[in-house]
């Protein structure tokens, strides 16, 4: 019989022919965007469901569909898209490069160096994206709140003009803190976590490294583990970014550990994991989809190109 071919024997091995840096930060942002099309409506409701409890309003996924439609848990998809363009793009493609400028450097590449880099990567793509975070996040709850309350943009653009014009640029970031914190938690136990879990799948299941099967069940994995550590963050976050000056023209959030420190004494830490069966939907489809699409838009450009 004929020899495996070099492809082959590289797909057996994991190690796979590096590919141009464009290559691998377009890929990981088209990988992102597809990902968040299909998950889009779980992050919505989970938005929905962690900031209705602010305004002391029960979250009934059965009067959002009726007063809104499907279409109501789509509002924001192209800010989140805007954003996986950003975010995904250089959270998974830059922990790419820094984890193979380190194994250069250092002569291997272990876990430990897989979480310094996939924390790294995760903050400083998390603060680059946080425009299109505070959109998301503000166009997704928009229809659930009261109709004197409701903001009303018209779209991206239009969120990202007012937003400047009436609040200013630095409301953007208002919310940065607990976003990057929760990023760099997510490029350990999303990104970081994946890539090690290949490997341990390909040995525990006899798993060819980067195949359909391999990915799917290292993705599964890793997002189960990131969404159940991220999501106080996560609601955090939500709350920073969608929140609103009080009578006495105060926020009522200002910081992180004041955040979960104040919904934990009112609302018991459950209030922390407040939708977090369609946060881990999210999180778990949009693992799964995304790695399983970078990985084939990385095959098919392979096949073709290389």
Same mark, same amino acid.
Not at 278 to 300: D, K, Q
């Given at each position: 019989?004929?020899?495996?071919?070099?492809?082959?024997?590289?797909?057996?091995?994991?190690?796979?022919?590096?590919?141009?840096?464009?290559?691998?930060?377009?890929?990981?942002?088209?990988?992102?965007?597809?990902?968040?099309?299909?998950?889009?409506?779980?992050?919505?409701?989970?938005?929905?469901?962690?900031?209705?409890?602010?305004?002391?309003?029960?979250?009934?996924?059965?009067?959002?569909?009726?007063?809104?439609?499907?279409?109501?848990?789509?509002?924001?998809?192209?800010?989140?898209?805007?954003?996986?363009?950003?975010?995904?793009?250089?959270?998974?493609?830059?922990?790419?490069?820094?984890?193979?400028?380190?194994?250069?450097?250092?002569? =291997?590449?272990?876990?430990?160096?897989?979480?310094?880099?996939?924390?790294?990567?995760?903050?400083?793509?998390?603060?680059?994206?946080?425009?299109?975070?505070?959109?998301?996040?503000?166009?997704?709850?928009?229809?659930?709140?009261?109709?004197?309350?409701?903001?009303?943009?018209?779209?991206?653009?239009?969120?990202?003009?007012?937003?400047?014009?009436?609040?200013?640029?630095?409301?953007?970031?208002?919310?940065?803190?607990?976003?990057?914190?929760?990023?760099?938690?997510?490029?350990?136990?999303?990104?970081?976590?994946?890539?090690?879990?290949?490997?341990?799948?390909?040995?525990?299941?006899?798993?060819?490294?980067?195949?359909?099967?391999?990915?799917?069940?290292?993705?599964?994995?890793?997002?189960?583990?990131?969404?159940?550590?991220?999501?106080?963050?996560?609601?955090?976050?939500?709350?920073?970014?969608?929140?609103?000056?009080?009578?006495?023209?105060?926020?009522?959030? =200002?910081?992180?550990?004041?955040?979960?420190?104040?919904?934990?004494?009112?609302?018991?830490?459950?209030?922390?994991?407040?939708?977090?069966?369609?946060?881990?939907?999210?999180?778990?489809?949009?693992?799964?989809?995304?790695?399983?699409?970078?990985?084939?838009?990385?095959?098919?450009?392979?096949?073709?190109?290389?």
């Amino acid at each position: 019989p004929s020899p495996p071919s070099t492809h082959s024997q590289e797909r057996m091995s994991g190690a796979e022919p590096p590919l141009p840096k464009a290559v691998t930060f377009a890929t990981a942002s088209l990988g992102g965007i597809g990902g968040w099309c299909v998950v889009h409506p779980f992050n919505s409701i989970a938005v929905r469901s962690s900031l209705a409890t602010t305004s002391g309003r029960p979250f009934s996924l059965s009067s959002v569909l009726a007063s809104e439609g499907v279409a109501g848990l789509y509002s924001g998809l192209g800010a989140g898209c805007y954003r996986q363009l950003i975010y995904a793009g250089s959270r998974f493609g830059l922990y790419e490069d820094f984890r193979d400028r380190l194994h250069s450097y250092r002569g =291997t590449t272990d876990f430990a160096s897989r979480l310094v880099t996939g924390g790294s990567a995760g903050g400083i793509a998390a603060y680059l994206s946080c425009p299109m975070e505070v959109c998301v996040v503000r166009m997704s709850n928009d229809g659930s709140l009261p109709e004197a309350e409701r903001r009303g943009y018209k779209g991206v653009g239009d969120a990202f003009r007012r937003i400047v014009k009436e609040e200013g640029a630095t409301t953007f970031w208002r919310g940065s803190t607990p976003f990057v914190q929760r990023a760099v938690m997510v490029g350990c136990f999303q990104v970081a976590t994946y890539d090690e879990l290949k490997g341990f799948y390909a040995g525990a299941l006899g798993q060819e490294k980067n195949t359909l099967p391999n990915v799917f069940c290292a993705a599964m994995t890793s997002g189960l583990i990131y969404s159940a550590v991220t999501m106080p963050l996560e609601a955090a976050k939500n709350r920073m970014a969608g929140q609103k000056p009080g009578a006495d023209g105060k926020l009522p959030y =200002t910081g992180t550990l004041q955040t979960l420190a104040k919904v934990a004494r009112g609302e018991g830490v459950k209030g922390l994991y407040k939708g977090y069966g369609a946060y881990y939907l999210r999180c778990g489809g949009h693992t799964v989809t995304m790695f399983v699409l970078v990985n084939l838009f990385r095959e098919r450009y392979r096949a073709m190109l290389m």
